[in-house]
T-cell receptor
Framework: NAGVTQTPKFQVLKTGQSMTLQCAQD?????MSWYRQDPGMGLRLIHY???????DQGEVPNGYNVSRSTTEDFPLRLLSAAPSQTSVYFC???????????FGPGTRLTVT | AQSVTQLDSQVPVFEEAPVELRCNYS??????LFWYVQYPNQGLQLLLK??????LVESINGFEAEFNKSQTSFHLRKPSVHISDTAEYFC?????????????FGKGTLLTVNP
């Protein structure tokens, strides 16, 4: 049982490049979320999903896309990276009837 | 809408001293409350939660938090801290019903325990 996994751990992008941050969980959790963590800002919700085929926007969705084709995977896409997207990104998941979120180890993204 | 305020961004203490990390929340509906801990270069882990029942909740490593509805607070305390408690602590709130899939975090409090 690997829990929540994220790849890559580190990434450097140039402005305008695109990439996908991968997130997978093997706990059969219905709910999955993406957060970004910035110094002094705490964690802010980007997008979330309550089940396969269902996604919605969080607090800071601009510049990011998501899809949820399977229960296990919830990738986050940056279509045209900007320096303001330099951050640490965390994926999390939980069961529908539980309030305990399980977090992945994070992806540290730098956009130059 | 709901919000969380962690009143101290940094709290330095000496080993074996008591500590309190303060958290206040704002919400128009009933809430569930959480404390998460983030050790250096790691993801977040749930430390403790208040869902209902006793307003005093405890973690397995000696932390406790008390839900105070009248003061809209959920302060985290430990009577004697260890070096290994050095971490960033986040208070979080979720609606207790309806659209309860969103977790709102405070900005975090960095606890540094010095020898």
């Amino acid at each position: 049982n690997a829990g929540v996994t994220q790849t890559p751990k580190f990434q450097v992008l140039k402005t305008g490049q695109s990439m996908t941050l991968q997130c997978a969980q093997d706990m059969n959790h219905e709910y999955m979320s993406w957060y970004r963590q910035d110094p002094g800002m705490g964690l802010r919700l980007i997008h979330y999903s309550v089940g396969a085929g269902i996604t919605d926007q969080g607090e800071v969705p601009n510049g990011y896309n998501v899809s949820r084709s399977t229960t296990e995977d919830f990738p986050l896409r940056l279509l045209s990276a900007a320096p303001s997207q330099t951050s640490v990104y965390f994926c999390a998941s939980r069961l529908r009837d539980s309030y305990e979120q399980y977090f992945g180890p994070g992806t540290r993204l730098t956009v130059t | 809408a709901q919000s969380v305020t962690q009143l101290d961004s940094q709290v330095p203490v000496f080993e074996e001293a008591p500590v309190e990390l303060r958290c206040n929340y704002s919400s128009s509906v009933s809430v569930y409350l959480f404390w998460y801990v983030q050790y250096p270069n790691q993801g977040l882990q749930l430390l403790l939660k208040y869902l209902s029942g006793s307003t005093l909740v405890e973690s397995i490593n000696g932390f406790e938090a008390e839900f105070n509805k009248s003061q809209t607070s959920f302060h985290l305390r430990k009577p004697s801290v260890h070096i290994s408690d050095t971490a960033e602590y986040f208070c979080a709130v979720s609606n207790s019903g309806g659209s309860n899939y969103k977790l709102t975090f405070g900005k975090g409090t960095l606890l540094t325990v010095n020898p």
